[in-house]
């Protein structure tokens, strides 16, 4: 695929550069709580602008059911983007509109405008093939090449990632190139003893992962909200924690096959109420009591999964280890992310909750090799999976796809 330096070295000075990025940060209201996402585009934007470059920002945030919604629009992260670009950036109060024609032809040089929220529209999530390529031919119109540097879409086929790239051409930028780069490591020769960290909910959300991670560890870890099903598999009971019922006899089945090493919390913080300041406990993994839940690995747990830590030379960890955002509840995912920052070797945070985690807790994240803006499309390329956003690159590049084509773990069978 071609790459951002190339068109960089084609000249850009006075060219409408269409740019796909990742915006969607967590909201308090008006108030960005976490803007790792924006100031991860930053490098890409630079180097647009300062090259002289008319650059139209687009993104999504959240999920509006394909209408305009207050509480969903772009404006406070047009605002925080100009505080860190250093500049204006201009706002468009629409994605194809007239608002957003004459924000990108008043764009002078070296200046950017931000569309407003992608999904405000049907048909950038469409899976009418028609409606969303015509919504893509609109948002063509608006530049002469196109880059993507929204890794953390890049594993949906919507108009802004897959169709727009068949109309204008286009380029990867730096985020996604070294996204790519990285996961890559992680999924041909590591460096050994590599280590696995899994949290999360759901176990239904993370089998791929662990399906196709599982024979490639030395030891995989897991904690969150997806361990009482594994608890519950070993015949423990597990009070009101979360379950999901339908995956024991997977969990059952996983343990045999991965049998020494898939690792469980051997204690857990409990409470009787999800709040803050409900009462609390830690319990040994087989005595929750009924009518609790499960909150946290416990403080043993840490321990043992910290020593884990320590022995590895590569580690991949997605997905917090409890509710980290309350207090009482947030030391199990604390103490794995620091034991992780006291690696000598490759470490990779797997975006979405666990980089939110480590910006939440304070902790340097220059502790870590590299922390991904994507949680869905790091898991996606981890299991095998063919990136639509990725492979619309590649096919447009008019290169000779297997020079070019990230190497994959498996077949490129499945598609997000």
């Known amino acids: 695929?071609?790459?951002?330096?190339?068109?960089?070295?084609?000249?850009?000075?006075?060219?409408?550069?269409?740019?796909?990025?990742?915006?969607?940060?967590?909201?308090?209201?008006?108030?960005?709580?976490?803007?790792?996402?924006?100031?991860?585009?930053?490098?890409?934007l630079s180097a647009l602008i300062g090259a002289g470059a008319r650059v139209t920002v687009?993104?999504?945030?959240?999920?509006?059911?394909?209408?305009?919604?207050p509480k969903y629009s772009l404006a406070p992260i047009a605002v925080r983007l100009s505080e860190l670009i250093g500049g204006e950036v201009a706002f468009a109060t629409d994605t194809v509109?007239?608002?957003?024609?004459?924000?990108?032809?008043?764009?002078?040089?070296?200046?950017?405008a931000l569309l407003e929220n992608l999904r405000f529209n049907p048909g950038e999530t469409s899976k009418d093939e028609v409606e969303r390529a015509a919504f893509a031919g609109e948002l063509a119109a608006f530049g002469e090449?196109?880059?993507?540097?929204?890794?953390?879409?890049?594993?949906?086929?919507?108009?802004?990632?897959?169709?727009?790239?068949?109309?204008?051409?286009?380029?990867?930028?730096?985020?996604?190139?070294?996204?790519?780069?990285v996961l890559s490591q992680l999924t041909g020769d590591t460096q050994r003893p590599y280590v696995v960290v899994l949290g999360g909910s759901k176990v239904s959300d993370k089998l791929a992962v662990i399906e196709a991670l599982a024979?490639?560890?030395?030891?995989?870890?897991?904690?969150?909200?997806?361990?009482?099903?594994?608890?519950?598999?070993?015949?423990?009971?597990?009070?009101?924690?979360l379950l999901e019922d339908d995956m024991v006899q997977t969990c059952r089945d996983l343990l045999?096959?991965?049998?020494?090493?898939?690792?469980?919390?051997?204690?857990?913080?409990?409470?009787?109420?999800?709040a803050a300041d409900a009462e609390v406990r830690t319990v040994e993994d087989n005595a929750i009591p009924d009518g609790w839940l499960g909150l946290d690995i416990g403080p043993a747990s840490v321990t043992v999964f910290a020593e884990a830590i320590s022995r590895a030379r590569t580690v991949f960890w997605n997905g917090p280890m409890g509710v980290f955002e309350m207090a009482p509840?947030?030391?199990?995912?604390?103490?794995?992310?620091?034991?992780?920052?006291?690696?000598?070797?490759?470490?990779?945070v797997g975006g979405g909750d666990s980089a939110a985690a480590v910006r939440a807790l304070g902790l340097p994240e220059d502790g870590f090799s590299h922390i991904s803006t994507g949680g869905g499309a790091s898991l996606e390329f981890l299991e095998g999976k063919t990136l639509p956003g990725v492979a619309a690159l590649q096919a447009a590049s008019g290169a000779d796809e297997g020079a070019t084509a990230v190497k994959r773990p498996t077949s490129d069978a499945a598609e997000a």
Request: charged share 25%.
């Open 1 to 44: 695929m071609k790459t951002l330096d190339q068109l960089l070295s084609e000249g850009v000075s006075g060219r409408r550069v269409l740019v796909r990025a990742d915006l969607n940060v967590p909201l308090d209201g008006q108030t960005i709580t976490d803007d790792g996402r924006i100031r991860a585009v930053l490098p890409t």
């Open 58 to 69: 687009m993104s999504h945030l959240g999920r509006p059911k394909g209408a305009p919604d």
């Open 97 to 112: 509109g007239e608002s957003a024609k004459a924000t990108v032809e008043g764009l002078a040089d070296g200046r950017i």
């Open 145 to 181: 090449v196109y880059v993507d540097d929204a890794f953390g879409a890049v594993h949906r086929k919507h108009a802004s990632v897959y169709d727009v790239p068949k109309l204008l051409p286009h380029y990867a930028g730096g985020l996604v190139l070294r996204e790519l780069e």
């Open 215 to 241: 024979p490639r560890v030395d030891e995989l870890l897991i904690g969150g909200g997806m361990c009482f099903t594994f608890l519950k598999a070993l015949g423990y009971e597990v009070g009101k924690s």
């Open 256 to 274: 045999e096959r991965f049998a020494g090493k898939i690792k469980l919390p051997t204690d857990i913080v409990v409470a009787d109420r999800f």
């Open 329 to 348: 509840f947030a030391a199990g995912t604390r103490g794995v992310a620091e034991a992780i920052t006291k690696v000598d070797g490759f470490t990779v």
